[in-house]
């Protein structure tokens, strides 16, 4: 039996593998998410390139300066990884490898999801500390953190399913 990635789009079907209609509802479904997810990131990047030209910046101490260089990294990072699969459908298109196509964009988008919500608690510590000092920018981002995650995990991972 061979592997998905040694599949060509003439081979029969394998039923173990999901339907031609199921891959193409999850590809639609996870651009729709990658679409509103885009735009907040790219926001977010957009926002954290300006501040090293505002007068402010320049009275960053160390650490706020090496924080923010930080939370930059980790949103373009972020935006790279909610934009990679919309390249990977670009070079990839027509070839038949849809199937892989999905799954990892799958991947990547959740990667991009944690670096957006990370980059996010880091423009919390950012504008706490520098409105009420390091200790309200570390609890702040904390308290981000954890909304992050009893939101995205604990809710989620609580669900059960239908009743029957």
């Not at 209609?21 to 509103?36: G, S």
């Amino acid at each position: 039996m061979s592997s998905p990635e040694d599949r060509t789009p003439d081979d029969p079907p394998d039923p173990d593998e999901p339907s031609e209609q199921t891959i193409n509802r999850n590809w639609t479904e996870l651009v729709q998410e990658l679409r509103a997810i885009q735009v907040g990131v790219q926001v977010l990047v957009g926002f954290l390139l300006a501040l090293p030209f505002t007068d402010k910046f320049d009275t960053l101490d160390d650490v706020e300066k090496a924080a923010y260089l930080v939370v930059l990294s980790i949103a373009v990072t972020a935006s790279a990884a909610v934009l990679a699969p919309i390249a990977y459908h670009r070079i990839l298109f027509r070839r038949g490898l849809r199937p892989w196509l999905v799954d990892t964009a799958n991947a990547i988008a959740r990667t991009g999801l944690v670096l957006a919500a990370l980059a996010t608690c880091g423009v919390v510590f950012l504008a706490f500390d520098l409105a009420a000092g390091l200790t309200a920018g570390v609890v702040a981002s904390a308290v981000a953190l954890a909304a992050y995650a009893a939101l995205w995990l604990v809710v989620p991972l609580g669900a059960h399913g239908p009743k029957g």
